[in-house]
């Protein structure tokens, strides 16, 4: 027959029997009694961009909760610790090594998300196989043996490379499965569970043999501010990671005092260090101090200490037992390493962390670098300042701190001065702040704008009435005199909320556009909140409307992005901070008593800021956050006040300064501001006179 279109390539040759029985040999091998630790010895770690044999002691508290992955008592182990300390060595690599090394069985590695899983392959899974000889000996090569998320061994272990959905954590048998980074995960899973309870499912059919092990540095915040612990290594309230700590063995790692033989665990607290300098000097003279008897232990101690350190677990009541001896029933082995134990972390570099991350609390009231300092260095569940200071924000606290500043006046000082609106159904709440150096700022003034511009018998019909919003217009011409000067000072910026009811937005949009082109320049900025821990403090940016329709025409109009609670964690930290200073929020004596009352109106939670029971208005609040965003976004924070820019300039020759040319014709306080009026091409005039509303 002519060769044509259905001729097929010839059959490979007979596999010989001994090469066939050779190949399956390794499958029918009994699993050894090797612990994972021993195992471990015949992988390579990454040290110093060389790769070198693993060593047990490098980070030897980690030996115990490896070992422990072979054990038949428990079901899971839970490990809590700050970086650096080698726990997804000890807790993920090692046992996964022993799974492919002598122990096969199916085994899946999870990760946050699908991209983490995939970095996690390529980047450790590969480069650990690669370089390590009885590793890359044992990986198979046939066709979906070796891809980003399959890795296939002789001798029968398969590993899977995954993320925490519904599809991966349903309708599976694993006998080991491990969780890294595990308060990453999403705190629900398709509406079934949180991720450890579905993982641990995942386990039972292999019943006694299987194993769960997660691992992460503690993220979630502490549930409690009132929280005192009423057992021993009772850690606080918290979700994630703490929760399975708390719900386990509570081991805690202990190290014996070289000079009194006390037993202490290595908190932050016995950590101590010199008060002057920068926190890299400070911490270059860290030392640890022993609780008991005041003894001084040096940094070149740590590793004998590590060495000869223990883990001792809750046993109930107030007695302390190693794992071996533990009585009380609990199906997790858990345990929580403390930071300054940490193998690869000196102490020089967490006191210093830890005490950088202080300075920016001071200097911002933002708390970002504090969570992560605490989350990270320290290896603890951090309990947000914000929502303890929040718990003493109250309209009669406020009151007790308000400066003596005068109404409607800016202080002697001042640099530029601001204005916050924020939209409400029927009428915009006005507040002026004026701002001194290093950020501090005054508010000076207070007002609702509820009547139409066509002076009907109505209150503003925001959403419907695009007109309507003509009576922002007279607030760029708003100036305010400065204490014992000749000027006043009219806004650098005006920050509209431009949220709210239906149709709000597009009329707001659309005065932003009239605005912009009238004042040849964006003195207005619109802003929109978000929400949750994790956001931009402030930021511009633009609405996500690049879709044909309706709506696609704003991408011309940029927002002001405003991180909700993270700026009313700093809102709040200045308004209780007591005396004048950088970044200190004074609501003076003469502020209308709603002021205090909104100032107050919300309470710091778990998933943010919350109106307080009972309270409608916030107004205040939400003026002086929406101010400080706009500052923020037009990069206030980083002025050298020696130097500032024109608009910050504290004299006559302020590019918002206007001369005030009949001081005397001023009204009593309470009335509003003067408004200015333009003169020509020269400058500008103050009248005084009550506005239209």
């Known amino acids: 027959m002519e060769q044509g279109a259905f001729d097929i390539a010839p059959l490979p040759g007979w596999a010989r029997v001994d090469d066939a029985i050779a190949e399956a040999l390794p499958n029918l091998k009994p699993h050894g009694r090797v612990r994972v630790t021993e195992a471990a010895a015949r992988r390579k770690i990454e040290s110093g961009g060389q790769w070198v044999p693993w060593r047990p002691d490098v980070a030897p508290y ?52 699908r991209d983490a899983a995939n970095e996690w392959s390529i980047g450790a899974l590969d480069p650990l196989i690669e370089n390590s000889p009885d590793l890359r000996e044992r990986l198979l090569t046939g066709k979906g043996a070796d891809n980003v998320f399959t890795k296939k061994f002789r001798g029968g272990c398969r590993v899977t490379i995954d993320w925490p959905v519904k599809s991966k954590l349903a309708q599976r048998s694993i006998d080991l499965v491990i969780g890294t980074d595990y308060d990453a995960f999403p705190e629900d899973v398709g509406g079934d569970a949180d991720p450890f309870t579905l993982m641990r499912k995942r386990t039972e059919s292999a019943q006694s043999r299987g194993m769960t092990v997660v691992e992460s540095s503690p993220r979630k915040p502490v549930l409690d501010e009132n929280w005192t612990a009423k057992a021993p290594h009772e850690a606080p309230p918290a979700e994630g990671i703490a929760a399975i700590f708390n719900a386990g063995s509570r081991g805690r790692l202990y190290w014996t005092c070289p000079h009194c033989g006390q037993m202490f665990i290595p908190e932050w607290e016995t950590l101590d260090y010199p008060e002057d300098g920068s926190p890299e000097e400070r911490g270059a003279g860290a030392h640890m101090v022993c609780p008991h008897n005041g003894c001084v232990i040096e940094p070149r101690a740590k590793v004998d200490l590590n060495r000869g350190a223990q883990w001792l677990h809750w046993n109930g009541g107030t007695e302390l037992v190693p794992i071996g001896d533990l009585t009380r029933l609990v199906s997790t082995a858990s345990f929580w390493i403390p930071g300054p134990a940490a193998a690869l972390a000196p102490w020089s570099r967490i006191v210093s962390r830890v005490l950088a991350a202080e300075d920016a609390y001071r200097m911002t009231g933002g708390e970002k670098a504090l969570q992560a300092a605490h989350n990270i260095e320290l290896g603890r569940s951090y309990l947000p300042r914000a ?246 976004a037009l990069e206030a924070e980083a002025i050298n006040w020696d130097r500032p820019p024109k608009w910050a300039v504290c004299s006559p020759d302020n590019m918002r300064a206007v001369p005030i040319e009949a001081p005397d014709a001023r009204e009593a306080p309470g009335d509003p501001a003067p408004v200015a009026k333009k003169r020509g091409r020269r400058g500008w005039s103050v009248r005084g006179g009550k506005s239209s509303w």
Not at 512 to 532: A, D, F, I, Q, S
Request: glycine fraction near 8%; charged fraction near 25%.
């Open 62 to 113: 980690m030996n115990e909760i490896g070992d422990l992955v072979t054990s038949r008592r428990f079901d899971s182990i839970g490990v809590v610790g700050p970086a650096r300390c080698s726990k997804s060595e000890g807790a993920l690599i090692n046992p996964l090594v022993h799974a492919i090394l002598e122990r096969p069985r199916v085994v899946a590695v999870f990760s946050p998300t």
């Open 387 to 632: 929502r303890v200071a929040s718990q003493g924000l109250t309209p009669d606290v406020l009151r007790k701190l308000a400066s003596l500043h005068a109404w409607q006046v800016c202080p002697a000082g001042t640099r530029f001065v601001t204005i916050a609106v924020d939209t409400q159904v029927g009428w915009f709440a006005v507040q002026v702040e004026a701002w001194l150096s290093d950020m501090e700022r005054v508010v000076i003034d207070r007002f609702d704008i509820t009547a139409p511009p066509d002076g009907a018998e109505r209150r503003l019909e925001l959403g419907k009435r695009g007109e309507d919003w003509v009576v922002l217009e007279t607030l760029a011409s708003r100036a305010y005199p400065v204490e014992g000067a000749d000027y006043a000072l009219t806004p650098i910026g005006i920050a509209v909320d431009a949220a709210g009811e239906a149709g709000v937005t597009p009329n707001a949009r659309a005065f932003w556009r009239r605005m912009k082109r009238k004042h040849r320049g964006p003195l207005y900025h619109l802003v929109r909140g978000r929400p949750g821990d994790n956001v931009k403090r402030a930021a511009f940016g633009y609405p996500d409307t690049a879709h044909k329709g309706k709506d696609h025409v704003a991408r011309d109009v940029p927002w002001i992005w405003v991180g909700t609670d993270r700026l009313k964690d700093e809102v709040s930290a200045s308004l209780l901070r007591e005396g004048a200073g950088a970044r200190k929020l004074h609501v003076s004596t003469h502020a209308p008593e709603a002021v205090f009352d909104e100032m107050a109106s919300e309470r710091r939670e778990v998933k943010g800021w919350r109106p307080r029971p009972g309270v409608k208005r916030n107004e205040s609040f939400d003026c002086s956050v929406y101010a400080l965003a706009m500052v923020i």
